[in-house]
């Protein structure tokens, strides 16, 4: 998916672009990448603090949501197929 779809499926009103459903859907989406990348670049240590890095700002952005709309946020890792924030 492009950067405009996911904004598009994941927007909570018409000009929304930053709301924490998308951010958490946008990092998804680059972690997935990534993560793809580094099964055939076990070597690039670079590349995998990035994913750790968004991997723990996507879990405070989970976090987040998880305090302030519980709803939201089971539905939104439903829909995106990753695990509860501990």
């Not at 994941?10 to 929304?16: C, I, L, R, V």
């Not at 924490?20 to 099964?39: C, G, P, Y």
């Not at 995998?48 to 302030?68: H, P, T």
């Amino acid at each position: 998916m492009t950067k405009q779809e996911i904004i598009a499926k994941y927007k909570q009103s018409e000009n929304d672009t930053g709301s924490v459903q998308v951010q958490v859907a946008l990092l998804t989406e680059r972690i997935n990448h990534l993560t793809e990348h580094l099964k055939e670049n076990h070597k690039d240590n670079h590349s995998r603090r990035g994913l750790l890095k968004m991997v723990g700002k996507r879990k405070g952005f989970l976090q987040y949501l998880k305090d302030r709309d519980i709803e939201a946020y089971r539905k939104l890792i439903a829909d995106l197929g990753i695990r509860e924030v501990k």
